[in-house]
């Protein structure tokens, strides 16, 4: 072997080692979308099949809605007196400030509200679903389920799904509506913006349409959290260390695949509605 040959093997199996790593980070996520797909639709399989457990959904359409009640009052009112400072700032400059409550409460309406709102039940309720469900399959708990006869896909992540899809489009409404009064509150009393003149070109150009393409968008973003959180939890390994892991990746999941299909949804709904 020559010299120049044993000065180049160190660059080939470096390069070799980095493209094998890449190859194995591509596979390993092909792998694991797949699964969370098959997941999904077992989920959704099990969703129409009696016993139906009424109680344990109204339990989690409790811990999902009610709790998170107030951090997004507290987000949505601080989130619309904000954008109506910004907006003003803006709108200002060419003399069109009347418009500032308009263009606050469509913004909210169409993103703001769904996908805020998303993000914070992603934080909250997504990572306590996988704390919950992972810190009960490494006790075995769900085996003992299962060899009760009761299966664990059922008894935990439907009631969980179900309840998070029809929480977070009745907290993304109440975003928009507590983000507009914070809105109007600072328009009016600290940006002098007439109250009449507000609120009708609020009327004028704010529709039912705007509104509605929040609630579709924060239904899938439900359906999207509650999936990706039980998901992780039914797949945490090693004991402790993993349930604190499949948290950690089911908050990051769960943000991320909230914003990649606000994308989507966004250009599907401007051509429907």
């Known amino acids: 072997m020559t010299t120049e040959s044993l000065k180049s093997a160190p660059k080939k199996n470096y390069f070799y080692r980095l493209i094998e790593s890449f190859g194995a ?17 077992n989920a959704l399989s099990w969703m129409f099949r009696p016993p139906y457990r009424f109680r344990l959904v109204f339990e989690q359409l409790y811990f999902v809605g009610n709790k998170s009640i107030f951090i997004v009052t507290l987000a ?10 910004q907006t003003y700032f803006a709108f200002n400059l060419i003399n069109v400030d009347s418009l500032v409550g308009t263009v606050t409460a469509i913004t909210l309406a169409k993103e703001l509200a769904p996908v805020l709102s998303g993000l914070i039940v992603a934080g909250r309720a997504g990572a306590a679903m996988t704390a919950q469900i992972g810190s009960m399959k490494v006790t075995e708990q769900i085996d003992a389920l299962e060899v009760m ?6 008894y935990l992540a439907v009631p969980r799904i179900i309840a998070g899809t029809l929480s977070l489009p009745m ?103």
Not at 26 to 38: F, H, P, R, T
């Open 25 to 41: 980070t591509i596979l390993e996520s092909v792998e694991g979308l797949g699964s969370y797909i098959s997941f999904t639709l």
């Open 76 to 85: 949505g009112s601080f989130t619309g007196m904000v954008m109506a400072y």
């Open 149 to 154: 006869g009761i299966n664990g896909v059922q």
């Open 171 to 273: 907290l993304s409404a109440l975003y928009l509506f507590i983000g507009n009064i914070g809105s109007y509150f600072v328009g009016t009393k600290f940006l002098n913006i007439d109250e009449a003149i507000y609120l009708s070109k609020l009327g004028e150009f704010m529709f039912l349409e705007d509104i509605w393409q929040g609630l579709i968008k924060a239904f899938f973003f439900g359906f999207i959290i509650s999936t990706v959180g039980t998901y992780f939890g039914f797949n945490v390994t090693k004991g402790a260390e993993g349930v604190g892991k499949g948290t950690n990746l089911s908050v990051v999941w769960g943000m991320i695949m909230v914003l990649i299909s606000d994308y989507f949804l966004t250009s599907f709904l401007i051509q429907v509605l």
